[in-house]
T-cell receptor, first 114, second 114 residues
Framework: AQSVTQLGSHVSVSEGALVLLRCNYSSSVPPYLFWYVQYPNQGLQLLLKYTTGATLVKGINGFEAEFKKSETSFHLTKPSAHMSDAAEYFCAVSPSTGGFKTIFGAGTRLFVKA | DAGVIQSPRHEVTEMGQEVTLRCKPISGHNSLFWYRQTMMRGLELLIYFNNNVPIDDSGMPEDRFSAKMPNASFSTLKIQPSEPRDSAVYFC????????????FGQGTRLTVV
């Protein structure tokens, strides 16, 4: 069975500082990995995803994430936080074989201080 | 495409009443997911369909919950009878037939049971 763990339910950074949101997964085979963002009163939207190929993936709004198989991690980073980045971020996994069940982490709420 | 369309956006109902949430997936997508989001439990997968067939309903909390997908363009999630603890935001999401593709989320239905 697959699972996702996001370390830290809340992360606070200053505007212009590095953003680092942590995600670790558990899966018998390397899964597909996703980061989604949710703004207040909205649905989730995709930031970026890893399926195969290059392990460093770039997404929208300057975010990127690196798949590290040895660490079973898929941490999300952004070099310089902007006020508009304040939102909730979800890491998710779906199987690369078998079914299509996508499992989400508990989410990390990002606060950006002026 | 208009994206995943959910209705209603908000629903307030009295305990014991039947509630029906509706979802229209993106045309051409053959996987459909129902999620529930609460502060306490985060984002939970309730059920997912592939080609209109329920594949995994292990997340459905109890028999009061039922979901149907009579055709490729419509799905319902029904709660009968509703209880205050069912209050949550319910999201519908769909994805395309290709493995590794992301789920596209609707705006959600905020359900309040009083």
């Amino acid at each position: 069975a697959q699972s996702v763990t996001q370390l830290g339910s809340h992360v606070s950074v200053s505007e212009g500082a590095l953003v680092l949101l942590r995600c670790n997964y558990s899966s018998s085979v390397p899964p597909y990995l996703f980061w989604y963002v949710q703004y207040p009163n909205q649905g989730l939207q995709l930031l970026l995803k890893y399926t195969t190929g290059a392990t460093l993936v770039k997404g929208i709004n300057g975010f990127e994430a690196e798949f590290k198989k040895s660490e079973t991690s898929f941490h999300l980073t952004k070099p310089s936080a902007h006020m508009s980045d304040a939102a909730e971020y979800f890491c998710a996994v779906s199987p690369s074989t078998g079914g299509f069940k996508t499992i989400f982490g508990a989410g990390t709420r990002l606060f950006v201080k002026a | 495409d208009a994206g995943v369309i959910q209705s209603p956006r908000h629903e307030v109902t009295e305990m014991g009443q039947e509630v029906t949430l509706r979802c229209k997936p993106i045309s051409g997508h053959n996987s459909l997911f129902w999620y529930r989001q609460t502060m306490m439990r985060g984002l939970e997968l309730l059920i997912y369909f592939n080609n209109n067939v329920p594949i995994d309903d292990s997340g459905m909390p109890e028999d009061r919950f039922s979901a149907k997908m009579p055709n490729a363009s419509f799905s319902t999630l029904k709660i009968q009878p509703s209880e205050p603890r069912d209050s949550a935001v319910y999201f519908c999401a769909s994805s395309s037939p290709s493995r590794g593709t992301e789920a596209f989320f609707g705006q959600g239905t905020r359900l309040t049971v009083v």
